[in-house]
């Protein structure tokens, strides 16, 4: 089993997703998706902090979407929204993490106080880590026996709730012959696919979002100063924490979109070789599709944008190539973009 933590590209109805192609473990695995609408690194942190010792040796799968590295911020909902007290209160009183590492990670996760309201106990200890002074230090460590109490009885609600969800999933039967995969035809077919559905999507009468005039200054800022950098640097830490082993994928750039911006291709090119630089940082392996930026049927114009950015998800092209790549990984082979 393989975990893809990701956000709502993994809802796609398309059959091609990976939670679907890789359903019936056709190359010996399958692929588990974690995540919904507003899953963002700062969530995904939080719950691969909760799993902690499970994950150490494991492979895992980061979907990265590139719209939030050039907003300014997650929203209140959609963090609200995707928020776990479990795993917030099992990365604060748990073991998993590092002093220094709980900190910065609390520090950010104040600034959506409206969560805190779950659990008084979690917030007075998150203001204690955030301070890291030494008179908090010594507080916070008293705290984690009510701490541990507290993660005690989540664990129980937690498991319950896993268990309702093993009984009710249908199950898939998985295959006991790997078979050998002819991506070439299968990139081939999905390609034709998405290019029928972007046909279709241009067809007169459809509606289109036109793309506001900003430019390459604008968009400098804009990567500048995106709180995102600062989350996935800390998801990063996490893992290398964790000693999980995993891969990172960024969907492109939605080029066709940018250049209506007035944003050329060669500002973009900051965007992957920041994210590149940060992967190289921590010695993660990263797969960011860079050579479809200006693919238009990799991916879906039809999704709502974000900020006035464009937030498009994958096509049954686009999914190929990620399900190609995760194929890679799991079977120890270098990933193809």
Same mark, same amino acid.
């Not at 479809?292 to 006035?308: A, N, S």
């Given at each position: 089993?393989?975990?893809?933590?990701?956000?709502?590209e993994?809802?796609?109805?398309?059959?091609?997703?990976?939670?679907?192609?890789? /359903?019936?473990?056709?190359? +010996?695995? #399958?692929?588990?998706?974690v995540?919904?609408? *507003? !899953?963002?690194?700062? %969530?995904?942190?939080? @719950?691969?902090?909760?799993? +902690?010792?499970?994950?150490?040796?494991?492979?895992?799968?980061?979907?990265?979407?590139?719209?939030?590295?050039?907003?300014?911020?997650?929203?209140?909902?959609s963090? @609200?929204?995707?928020?776990?007290?479990? $795993?917030?209160?099992?990365?604060?009183?748990?073991?998993?993490?590092?002093?220094?590492?709980?900190?910065? %990670?609390?520090?950010?996760?104040?600034?959506?106080?409206?969560?805190?309201?779950?659990?008084?106990?979690?917030?007075?200890?998150?203001?204690?880590?955030?301070?890291? *002074?030494?008179?908090?230090?010594?507080? &916070?460590?008293?705290?984690?026996?009510?701490?541990?109490? #507290?993660?005690?009885?989540?664990?129980? =609600?937690?498991?319950?709730?896993?268990? %309702?969800?093993?009984?009710?999933?249908?199950k898939?039967?998985?295959?006991?012959?790997? =078979?050998?995969?002819?991506?070439?035809?299968?990139?081939?077919?999905?390609?034709?696919?998405?290019?029928?559905?972007?046909?279709?999507?241009?067809a007169? *009468? !459809?509606?289109?979002?036109?793309?506001?005039?900003?430019?390459?200054?604008?968009f400098?800022? =804009?990567?500048g100063?995106?709180?995102q950098?600062?989350?996935? @640097?800390?998801?990063?830490?996490?893992?290398?924490?964790?000693?999980? /082993?995993?891969?990172?994928?960024?969907?492109?750039?939605?080029?066709?979109?940018y250049? #209506?911006? +007035?944003?050329?291709?060669?500002?973009?090119?900051?965007?992957y070789?920041?994210?590149? $630089?940060?992967?190289?940082?921590?010695?993660?392996?990263?797969?960011?599709?860079?050579?479809?930026?200006?693919?238009?049927?990799?991916?879906?114009? /039809?999704?709502?944008?974000?900020?006035?950015?464009?937030?498009?998800?994958? !096509?049954?092209?686009?999914?190929? &190539?990620?399900?190609?790549?995760?194929?890679? &990984?799991?079977? +120890?082979?270098?990933?193809?973009?």
């Amino acid at each position: 089993m393989l975990p893809l933590y990701g956000s709502s590209e993994l809802l796609s109805p398309l059959a091609e997703k990976a939670g679907v192609f890789f /359903r019936n473990a056709p190359t +010996g695995f #399958q692929v588990e998706p974690v995540g919904k609408v *507003g !899953t963002t690194p700062l %969530i995904m942190l939080q @719950e691969l902090a909760a799993l +902690g010792p499970d994950l150490r040796g494991r492979k895992i799968g980061i979907s990265l979407s590139a719209v939030w590295f050039v907003a300014p911020d997650i929203t209140s909902y959609s963090y @609200e929204g995707n928020f776990s007290l479990f $795993a917030a209160s099992e990365l604060a009183f748990g073991n998993a993490l590092d002093f220094d590492l709980k900190r910065d %990670i609390a520090s950010r996760m104040l600034q959506f106080p409206r969560t805190m309201k779950k659990s008084p106990l979690l917030e007075f200890a998150l203001r204690r880590l955030a301070s890291g *002074g030494p008179l908090d230090r010594i507080i &916070f460590y008293a705290l984690r026996p009510l701490g541990k109490v #507290q993660n005690a009885v989540l664990d129980l =609600q937690d498991h319950f709730e896993a268990l %309702i969800y093993i009984l009710h999933e249908p199950k898939s039967r998985a295959s006991l012959h790997p =078979q050998m995969i002819d991506w070439p035809s299968l990139i081939a077919k999905a390609s034709e696919t998405a290019n029928a559905s972007e046909k279709q999507n241009v067809a007169p *009468g !459809t509606d289109q979002h036109v793309a506001p005039r900003r430019g390459d200054a604008w968009f400098l800022e =804009q990567l500048g100063k995106a709180r995102q950098w600062t989350d996935l @640097e800390l998801l990063l830490r996490v893992l290398t924490e964790i000693q999980a /082993r995993p891969l990172l994928l960024s969907m492109p750039m939605d080029g066709e979109f940018y250049d #209506q911006m +007035g944003i050329s291709r060669s500002v973009r090119e900051s965007y992957y070789t920041k994210m590149r $630089a940060l992967a190289q940082r921590y010695n993660f392996e990263l797969v960011e599709f860079e050579d479809h930026d200006e693919d238009v049927p990799f991916l879906d114009h /039809r999704v709502p944008q974000i900020k006035h950015v464009a937030a498009p998800h994958l !096509t049954a092209k686009g999914w190929m &190539f990620y399900d190609r790549v995760l194929d890679d &990984f799991f079977h +120890g082979r270098v990933p193809r973009g």
